[in-house]
């Protein structure tokens, strides 16, 4: 019988790039698209010292294999799409009095390992069990600070449904100072919590940087609890990309 080792690695320079075609794995897997979900990392970084999750755009990008069978580095961050799965990662291995649950909206690439192991040769390693409950999706290259706009170590009380302090709020920010699990539920959501707080600078980022979708849903919280500004922004943003949602203009 032919034996082969599942812990060696390719060398970089010879070996095909993996995430080429797993990417409509992961969207059909969370059944929401790769490119706009809100994602979320367990770390021990004290949010007062947070200055983003950067430092590992030069390893390996396309060493999967390693990083999955042999938790070797890794040229992205894990982290998981649902916050529920977050906080269950960090009562298992973490001290939970020492670790937090950042929340982010960016644009990078994201791979399911639940999806990857799935469609690999390895995917029916019974060691491999745990990579699948864990439920972690990885997020190719730096997530930048201004991507990250929550954070937390509130866990049982965000589990609950009750509101929580936001750890990466300051004075250096406009980012709302409590938030609650409805709010980290999607891009959607982050963007209307933002609205809902008149957070206009933090909003103006989500919608220039195309972070969150403006739906009528945006526009009508806007309508009810945004600033005339914010509104103004939005409706000439929603005007540029799909005429059919912005607001009729008053007549003169």
Known sequence: MRSFNIFKMSKPEKTVNIYEGYQ???????????????????????????NGFIG???????????????????GGWGGVFYPHDGVNFAKLYRD????????????????????WLTASPYGNIGALATR????????????????????????????????????????DNDYPSSYTIGDITGPEAVLAWLIKNNA??????????????ISPVIIETAKKTGSQVILEMLEKELGATNTSYASPQPKN
């Open 24 to 50: 409509s794995k992961v969207d059909l897997y969370y059944d929401r698209h790769i490119k706009s979900t809100i994602w979320h990392r367990v770390d021990d970084t004290h949010p007062k010292m947070f």
């Open 200 to 213: 206009i600078h933090a909003t103006t980022w989500v919608v220039a940087s195309k972070l969150a979708p």
């Open 56 to 74: 590992r755009e030069t390893l390996p990008k396309n060493d999967l294999n390693s990083y999955v069978l042999a938790n070797k580095k890794f």
């Open 132 to 171: 699948t409950l864990e439920h972690e999706v990885v997020v190719i290259g730096d997530v930048a600070k201004p991507f990250v706009f929550l954070a937390t170590n509130e866990f049982d009380r965000l589990i609950s449904g009750k509101e929580v302090e936001n750890l990466l709020a300051n004075k």
């Open 96 to 115: 939970p009095k020492q670790t937090f649950l950042f929340t982010s909206l960016n644009l990078n690439t994201k791979i399911s390992i639940p999806a």
